[in-house]
């Protein structure tokens, strides 16, 4: 089992950045695809970011490209989701997740496939 404490979430106006911090307990965290997902007001939970086991494959969701980057650090258990040019619409509680048994260079990009979730940090961008 993993535990994910997401941290790092804020105000911030438009064309700002933060950068999302997710802390996983454990020692096999490089088992784990990691996934970054976000629920805006009102909205369903949608893919932002995904980064393989060995950290050289990355997925985006199209809106993020470009401005999003996802990053691990497997010695500190962690993932980042440094979050560059951003927008209102950018406006979510912003999750991580974890999947084991994917190859080394592989992720997904699909919540339904994610075993573990953290308990979300609020981004708000104000215009």
């Known amino acids: 089992q993993v535990q994910l404490v997401e941290s790092g979430g804020g105000l911030v106006q438009a064309g700002g950045s933060l950068r999302l911090s997710c802390a996983a307990s454990?020692?096999?965290?490089?088992?784990?695809?990691m996934g970054w997902f976000r629920r805006p007001p009102g909205k369903e939970r949608e893919f932002v970011a995904a980064?393989?086991?060995?950290?050289?494959?990355?997925n985006f969701a199209d809106s993020v490209k470009d401005r999003f980057t996802i990053s691990r650090d497997n010695a500190r258990n962690t993932v980042y989701l440094q979050m560059n040019n951003l927008k209102p619409e950018d406006t979510a509680v912003y999750y991580c997740?974890?999947?084991?048994?994917?190859?080394?260079?592989?992720?997904?990009?699909?919540?339904?496939?994610?075993?573990?979730w953290g308990q979300g940090t609020q981004v708000t961008v104000s215009s």
């Open positions: 997740a974890a999947v084991s048994g994917l190859s080394r260079d592989s992720c997904t990009v699909y919540a339904g496939d994610y075993n573990y």
């Open positions: 980064i393989s086991r060995s950290g050289l494959s990355t």
């Open positions: 454990g020692r096999t965290f490089s088992l784990y695809c």
